[in-house]
């Protein structure tokens, strides 16, 4: 798996996370600052098999 960033045609930064098909399993919101998408790529990052998932 690897991420990606990228910009849209408004200028702002958004990232996918891709399996190694290359097929986007995952992917954020956009953001104004290339800082910001790249921070919350770590944080995506800095998840583990202990982050609860919750159902609603």
């Not at 408004?10 to 921070?39: F, I, P």
């Not at 995506?44 to 609603?56: D, N």
Request: glycine share 8%; with cysteine; net charge positive.
């Amino acid at each position: 798996m690897y991420f990606t960033v990228q910009k849209n045609a408004s200028g702002q930064y958004y990232w996918n996370l891709r399996a190694a098909n290359h097929q986007v399993v995952a992917s954020g919101e956009t953001y104004h600052n290339k800082s910001d998408c790249l921070n919350a790529i770590g944080l995506v990052k800095g998840t583990t098999v202990e982050t609860p998932v919750l159902e609603k």
